[in-house]
């Protein structure tokens, strides 16, 4: 039965890279013409292959909506949780996760610190969306028009003399974030604070939220925060893999044209 499974799971990526006809499966499979024909009248059955009118077999519309499905019950803080509570446990400092909904950027998952200055953030509240690390890997994200679009009709508030002071600043401090795939906030929403994320990505590689480690300078110094970004990058990294279930290394930075 399992060689069963595994033969009539070979077909769909064969099938993903095109429609094939019943002796292509075959070969492919390695197995009898016969073999290959119970097999697809399965998948057939199951609207997971459509055979076409000139005999071919394509992937079928239900596999597409099982994916569909899939990807829209996915929770991504469930899947996040586990990891940031273990990045927590090796560095003592706060870790938040962010998504970008409805023009904010929203917390939805927050470790404390372990130490016993603690920051006012909480689950559900917006963050500083020009100067918080969080938006800037969420925002970069997008695609240049509608980054600019952002950039147009945000306001820039000076929080503190680090924060970013226009548009033009902001857009450019997103390219970076975009190129180098990390961010930080150092001092820019209060002086006191600095911040270091990294981005979650899915399946097609685009943002799908952001994972941060925050610490107050009198607990580390902004230096000290920043040697933690190779940990924080593999910790979304960890997540990423979970969430989409490949490699971040299989992902790239859509191009500006195809964005």
Same mark, same amino acid.
């Given at each position: 039965?399992?060689?069963?499974?595994?033969?009539?799971?070979?077909?769909?990526?064969?099938?993903?890279?095109?429609?094939?006809?019943?002796?292509?499966?075959?070969?492919?499979? =390695?197995?009898?013409?016969?073999?290959?024909?119970?097999?697809?009248?399965?998948?057939?059955?199951?609207?997971?292959?459509?055979?076409?009118? #000139?005999?071919?077999?394509?992937?079928?519309?239900?596999?597409?909506?099982?994916?569909? %499905?899939?990807? @829209?019950?996915?929770?991504?803080?469930?899947?996040?949780?586990?990891?940031?509570?273990?990045?927590?446990? *090796?560095?003592?400092? !706060?870790?938040?996760?962010?998504?970008?909904?409805?023009?904010?950027?929203?917390?939805?998952?927050?470790? %404390?610190?372990?130490?016993?200055?603690?920051?006012?953030?909480?689950? =559900?509240?917006?963050?500083?969306? !020009?100067?918080?690390?969080?938006?800037?890997?969420?925002?970069?994200?997008?695609?240049?028009? #509608?980054?600019?679009?952002?950039? @147009?009709?945000?306001?820039?508030?000076?929080?503190?003399?680090?924060?970013?002071?226009?548009?033009?600043?902001? +857009?450019?401090?997103?390219? !970076?974030? *975009? @190129?180098?795939?990390?961010? !930080? #906030?150092?001092? =820019?929403? @209060?002086?006191?604070?600095?911040?270091?994320?990294?981005?979650?990505?899915?399946?097609? =590689?685009?943002?799908?939220?952001?994972?941060?480690?925050?610490?107050?300078?009198?607990?580390?110094?902004?230096?000290?925060?920043?040697?933690?970004?190779? +940990?924080?990058?593999?910790?979304? #990294?960890?997540?990423?893999?979970?969430?989409?279930?490949?490699?971040?290394?299989?992902?790239?930075?859509?191009?500006?044209?195809?964005?």
């Amino acid at each position: 039965m399992s060689q069963t499974v595994d033969r009539a799971l070979s077909i769909l990526p064969l099938l993903a890279q095109g429609p094939a006809d019943l002796g292509q499966v075959a070969e492919r499979l =390695g197995v009898h013409k016969s073999t290959a024909l119970r097999l697809l009248r399965t998948l057939h059955e199951h609207g997971l292959v459509y055979r076409q009118q #000139d005999q071919r077999y394509r992937l079928g519309a239900r596999l597409f909506a099982l994916a569909q %499905e899939a990807v @829209e019950n996915l929770d991504v803080r469930e899947i996040a949780h586990p990891h940031l509570v273990a990045l927590n446990e *090796r560095c003592g400092h !706060t870790v938040h996760l962010a998504v970008y909904e409805e023009n904010e950027v929203l917390y939805i998952d927050k470790v %404390e610190s372990r130490y016993p200055v603690r920051m006012y953030s909480r689950i =559900g509240k917006p963050v500083a969306i !020009t100067v918080a690390a969080v938006a800037k890997l969420l925002l970069a994200d997008l695609p240049e028009a #509608d980054r600019r679009a952002l950039a @147009e009709r945000l306001d820039f508030p000076m929080y503190t003399p680090r924060s970013t002071p226009n548009a033009a600043a902001f +857009l450019k401090e997103l390219a !970076t974030v *975009r @190129e180098q795939g990390w961010a !930080t #906030d150092l001092g =820019g929403h @209060e002086e006191s604070i600095n911040c270091v994320g990294a981005p979650i990505r899915g399946a097609d =590689g685009r943002v799908v939220a952001a994972m941060s480690v925050s610490a107050p300078n009198v607990v580390v110094t902004a230096e000290e925060l920043l040697s933690l970004l190779p +940990l924080v990058r593999r910790t979304a #990294d960890a997540i990423t893999r979970e969430y989409s279930g490949s490699s971040p290394g299989r992902h790239h930075t859509p191009s500006e044209d195809s964005a």
